[in-house]
């Protein structure tokens, strides 16, 4: 597919349990963003990686949130010992270095119970 | 106060009717500015992108930057049922590689 992609469209998860969200961005693109959206809410900034290297992490809550690009191309954003507080829409988007134009997936939407 | 300032809504139209959604912001180092419509259950889409002030046109849609005043606004012609969606005021303060900054998003409806 030409956008980008994240998995688990959806997850349900019980508080205390560590969940991992997957992002597959365009291709070619170097840049990549997590967001976390609210219901009624736009998007905010988590983090976000040009290449491999992650650039900004100053949108992370807490040290439970972690996210990593090894190859440069997927990322996974990691919520440890997960917290009822933590349910919401996960989102990642990707841009080119030519254009400050994100395109963003459909999202993970993270239920703790 | 939140950086971006925008109305939630719903803001219910006719069809045909213009359509005009705004945001006001704090940030003075804000330089390029977007619009993205959300359809239910749906990540969010680019319709505008602006670089500072002025007006730029697509289609039915228009968008408008006023940094003076630190306000933005997209005016929608001739509305369509098919415009129904939440609409996101984004902006940020470098070309590449940095952070959007979101407003809350204004849900509109279209009345056929």
């Known amino acids: 597919g030409a956008g980008v992609s994240q998995s688990p469209r959806y997850k349900v998860t019980k508080r205390g349990q560590d969940v991992a969200l997957r992002c597959d961005p365009i291709?070619?693109?170097?840049?990549l963003y997590w967001y976390r959206q609210a219901l009624g809410q736009g998007p905010e900034f988590l983090t976000y990686?040009?290449?491999?290297?992650?650039?900004?992490k100053s949108g992370l809550p807490n040290d439970r949130f972690s996210a990593e690009r090894p190859e440069g191309s997927i990322s996974t954003l990691t919520i440890q010992r997960t917290e009822q507080r933590d349910s919401a829409m996960y989102r990642c988007?990707?841009?080119?270095?030519?254009?400050?134009?994100?395109?963003f997936g459909a999202g993970t939407r993270l239920s703790v119970l | 106060q939140k950086e971006v300032e925008q109305d939630p809504g719903p803001l219910s139209v006719p069809e045909g009717a213009i359509v005009s959604l705004n945001c006001t912001y704090s940030n003075s180092a804000f330089q390029y500015f977007m619009w993205y419509r959300q359809y239910s259950r749906k990540g969010p889409e680019l319709l505008m992108y602006t670089y500072s002030s002025g007006n730029k046109e697509d289609g039915r849609f228009t968008a408008q930057v006023d940094k003076s005043s630190k306000y933005i606004s997209l005016f929608i012609r001739d509305s369509q049922p098919s415009d129904s969606a939440t609409y996101l005021c984004a902006m940020s303060d470098t070309v590449r590689g940095n952070k959007l900054v979101f407003g809350a998003g204004t849900i509109l409806r279209v009345k056929s």
């Open positions: 990686f040009n290449y491999e290297a992650q650039q900004d």
């Open positions: 988007a990707s841009s080119s270095l030519a254009e400050n134009i994100q395109y």
């Open positions: 291709s070619g693109h170097v840049s």
